[in-house]
């Protein structure tokens, strides 16, 4: 007689880690913002490509953006968050993406990118202005403005199979050109 180990249940999708990755994402944001460098944000015709080292997409940022981890936790699962971020006196910028693992069950796109920018908004003590759904070489994504005490940030969530990708402006003032830029310039390349 044999017996079999049972197998791992998939686990639900939890929009708090959505939106606990979001959060992430816009605390550094605001960090830089109250750090208060003087510098200008170049104009968008000075940005370079920037290539991911992991070789799954490139984006146009003002300077090379400085590296960082997190981790993000939730009961037994946990996350790394990996941001890319550049920024400038009043205006910051970042690209940021996690790997949801296999055995987590993810559910609808729209429930995952709504579950970021609500996390996004209440992790900045903030509001969310506006939100609309988009999308990025056929990947669902949503574009939302979030308004803080510190400031306004503009993001862009992108759903690519597992991995979430986070484009954010953060700015004391709306910044939509500078958005704009990040956004049109983000090019998923494999990997």
Do not use: C
């Given at each position: 007689?044999?017996?079999?180990?049972?197998?791992?249940?998939?686990?639900?999708?939890?929009?708090?880690?959505?939106?606990?990755?979001?959060?992430?994402?816009?605390?550094?944001?605001?960090?830089?913002?109250?750090?208060g460098?003087?510098?200008a944000?170049?104009?968008?015709?000075?940005?370079?490509?920037?290539?991911d080292?992991?070789?799954?997409?490139?984006?146009?940022?003002?300077?090379?953006?400085?590296?960082?981890?997190?981790?993000?936790?939730?009961?037994?699962?946990?996350?790394?968050?990996?941001?890319?971020?550049?920024?400038?006196?009043?205006?910051?910028?970042?690209?940021?993406?996690?790997?949801?693992?296999?055995?987590?069950?993810?559910?609808?796109?729209?429930?995952?990118?709504?579950?970021?920018?609500?996390?996004?908004?209440?992790?900045?003590?903030?509001?969310?202005?506006?939100?609309?759904?988009?999308?990025?070489?056929?990947?669902?994504?949503?574009?939302?403005?979030?308004?803080?005490?510190?400031?306004?940030?503009?993001?862009?969530?992108?759903?690519?199979?597992?991995?979430?990708?986070?484009?954010?402006?953060?700015?004391?003032?709306?910044?939509?050109?500078?958005?704009?830029?990040?956004?049109?310039?983000?090019?998923?390349?494999?990997?």
């Open positions: 007689m044999t017996t079999s180990t049972p197998e791992r249940p998939k686990r639900r999708w939890l929009p708090i880690i959505g939106g606990a990755v979001g959060a992430i994402v816009a605390a550094v944001l605001f960090a830089l913002l109250r750090s460098s003087s510098d944000m170049p104009s968008v015709d000075k940005w370079t490509t920037f290539t080292p992991g070789g799954r997409f490139s984006v146009s940022m003002p300077k090379e953006p400085e590296r960082t981890t997190q981790q993000v936790t939730e009961g037994d699962l946990t996350l790394d968050v990996i941001g890319f971020t550049a920024g400038y006196g009043d205006s910051a910028v970042v690209v940021g993406y996690t790997d949801y693992p296999e055995d987590l069950q993810l559910g609808a796109p729209e429930d995952v990118l709504e579950g970021a920018v609500q996390g996004s908004a209440q992790a900045t003590n903030g509001t969310v202005v506006s939100s609309a759904p988009a999308t990025v070489a056929g990947r669902p994504a949503m574009d939302a403005e979030i308004q803080a005490e510190e400031g306004r940030a503009l993001s862009r969530f992108v759903l690519d199979g597992r991995r979430l990708y986070i484009l954010t402006t953060a700015s004391r003032q709306s910044r939509s050109d500078i958005q704009r830029h990040l956004t049109d310039s983000f090019t998923l390349t494999g990997g």
